[in-house]
Nanobody, 127 residues
Framework: VQLQACGGGLVQAGGSLRLSCAASGRTFSTYNMGWFRRAPGKERGFVGAVSGSGHSTYYGDSVNGRFTISRDNAKNTVYLQMNYLKPEDTAVYYC?????????????????????WGQGTQVTVSS
């Protein structure tokens, strides 16, 4: 599967953005999808993930309650709705696809479980 992320940009603190990640292929629903981000000087960290069916989601502690992941398997697309953005959310955001089981709080955070990655999209939040 190949992934293409888009939707990043510059937004003021408190604002919203929606990222999209489009996938190629006809087996999109068999992939768990994750979002990760890398802030300047930091390692790539977990943002959230959604199961292949879309029925289960997990979020990182710093974004829980502000960000929402959803997917449209008919469109081969996963979304990351980001609300109440903070300057510390500034990062390059990456979508990732992985076929792993079980889909659990521990497994979704493991970067190596995701075999395909998008190119990243920059999100900058100004104070």
């Amino acid at each position: 599967v190949q992934l293409q992320a888009c939707g990043g940009g510059l937004v003021q603190a408190g604002g919203s953005l929606r990222l999209s990640c489009a996938a190629s292929g006809r087996t999109f629903s068999t992939y768990n999808m994750g979002w990760f981000r890398r802030a300047p000087g930091k390692e790539r960290g977990f943002v959230g993930a959604v199961s292949g069916s879309g029925h289960s989601t997990y979020y990182g502690d710093s974004v829980n309650g502000r960000f929402t992941i959803s997917r449209d398997n008919a469109k081969n697309t996963v979304y990351l709705q980001m609300n109440y953005l903070k300057p510390e959310d500034t990062a390059v955001y990456y979508c990732a696809a992985g076929r792993f089981t079980p889909f659990q709080a521990v497994s979704v955070r493991v970067r190596s479980f995701y075999g395909a990655w998008g190119q990243g999209t920059q999100v900058t939040v100004s104070s």
